[in-house]
């Protein structure tokens, strides 16, 4: 480790696998609630275990997407961190925040919390994925205005690299796209238009440029390439990503009534979406086959190769088909839609952050030359164990999305309800949930990679 300051990554890491755990958790409750819906009702019920779900993905990122930047910013930038302190203190700040707000879903009301918490006051509780209490979100602000003051400060002191400055771009973004998520007119239509700017304007736009930082620098480390050559790539995958991720916004707004022209817009420039993850894919396997260097990490070139790989999959190919507005009337809201957004956040944004704690937690933890083979062994088997159930979820939840279509929604046949349409799809639903006991298997094996010692630490000991 080059410099002490990185040691404030360690805690961000830790925690946000804590919160990936936590996640998988309420997913399996998630996926037996689909089975039977009266599972842990009404302790637990289908609506509070998906606000719970979905939200612990979006805080453990953020807090993957945090540490990342706290290890990799000092080492670009060629200084110490500008402010260790206050890096730890919004740590405890975001974690308390989130834990009370996780605890708040499970053990009040919604509407009660949304009382508790002075919602009346300024209104932004209710939404998909903006389901946190006003209080929370401002805390929220407070913390990645604090987080980028911290790391804007260490590179305007340090080197300016192509990577510290894309991934401030992209970390400045997402903080700036969060402020939508206070505005909440009353008007559906208009509030749907603008909840895009935070939903859409992250996935599928900002966090693709904190993606896109974090694997240059992985890369950069794991195999020795020229900076030049990973910046000249890094540039074309970026600026193809935000041009199709922007203006693609519109093949959002088919429901919500604005001009047809965002119809054939949203349409088209979501349909150029996979050419940015193809390169990706492209050029991670193309620089790590220039490589100069062998490291002893291997198993974090693994997860920098399947990252580009599963994004490919899921943002690209599985995005694309049901992105172009003549498919999306029918698949809109359906399994079809979950079979995508599982496998792309799975593998553009959750498999960045295993990438980076791969690589940087060994060498935090004093292993310079990565774990162990006997680590690295089951951490592989991991990260098999879970790529591939994921790829079963996938597949699943796209024959429920098919089998949805076909009974629900075609002109000819699509005369059967919603219920009797879900009760149908049931065993689909079993193959997905043995999936994900095996994916939750995958992650307890990746776990348990980090407490395993090798040989030579053995003797020592």
Not at 15 to 35: E, P
Not at 149 to 164: E, H, P, Q, S, Y
Not at 207 to 232: P, Q, S
């Amino acid at each position: 480790m080059k410099y002490e300051s990185q040691q404030v990554a360690k805690p961000y890491f830790i925690f946000a696998l804590v919160l990936f755990a936590g996640q998988i958790i309420f997913g399996l409750l998630m996926g037996m609630q689909y089975i039977n819906g009266d599972t842990l009702f009404p302790y637990i019920p289908f609506n509070v275990a998906r606000m719970v779900h979905t939200n612990l993905l979006i805080v453990w990122l953020l807090f993957g997407f945090m540490g990342a930047a706290y290890y990799l910013i000092p080492e670009e930038s060629e200084t110490e961190l500008f402010s260790p302190k206050l890096a730890i203190i919004m740590f405890w700040v975001f974690a308390a925040a989130g834990v009370a707000t996780i605890l708040g879903y499970l053990l009040v009301p919604y509407a009660e919390l949304a009382r508790l918490t002075g919602n009346a006051l300024w209104p932004t509780m209710g939404r998909e994925f903006l389901e946190q209490p006003t209080i929370t979100k401002l805390g929220i602000v407070v913390v990645a205005l604090a987080f980028i003051f911290n790391i804007g400060m260490t590179i305007l002191r340090g080197r300016k690299t192509v990577i510290n400055l894309i991934l401030i771009t992209g970390l400045i973004g997402l903080a700036v796209f969060f402020l939508f998520a206070f505005y909440n007119p009353i008007n559906l239509a208009l509030d749907k238009f603008f909840w895009w700017w935070v939903v859409h304007l992250w996935v599928e736009g900002v966090w693709e440029l904190i993606m896109g930082a974090i694997l240059a620098f992985v890369l950069i480390k794991i195999t020795g390439v020229d900076r030049e050559y990973i910046e000249k790539w890094l540039y074309l995958i970026i600026a193809l990503a935000l041009i199709s991720g922007l203006v693609g916004m519109g093949h959002h707004y088919y429901w919500i009534g604005p001009p047809e022209y965002w119809l054939w817009l949203g349409s088209f420039f979501s349909a150029l979406e996979p050419i940015p993850f193809f390169m990706m894919m492209l050029y991670a396997f193309s620089v790590v086959k220039k490589r100069r260097i062998n490291p002893n990490n291997k198993i974090a070139t693994t997860w920098a190769l399947g990252t580009a790989t599963m994004a490919f999959l899921g943002a690209g190919v599985w995005g694309f088909l049901h992105t172009l507005a003549p498919v999306n009337y029918y698949t809109h809201g359906t399994q079809i839609t979950a079979a995508h957004g599982h496998l792309a956040f799975f593998g553009a944004y959750a498999m960045i952050v295993m990438t980076i704690i791969s690589y940087a937690m060994p060498i935090l933890r004093g292993r310079e030359d990565g774990n162990p083979p006997e680590a690295q062994k089951v951490e592989r088997i991991a990260f098999w164990l879970m790529c591939i159930s994921m790829i079963g979820i996938t597949l699943a939840l796209t024959a429920a999305g098919v089998w949805q279509v076909a009974l629900q929604r075609l002109p000819e046949t699509g005369a059967t309800g919603f219920i009797d349409t879900q009760t149908q799809i049931i065993p689909v639903y079993w193959i997905r949930l043995l999936f994900g006991l095996m994916f939750t298997a995958g992650l307890a094996a990746y776990f348990a990679s980090f407490f395993i010692a090798g040989k030579s630490e053995n003797r020592s000991a």
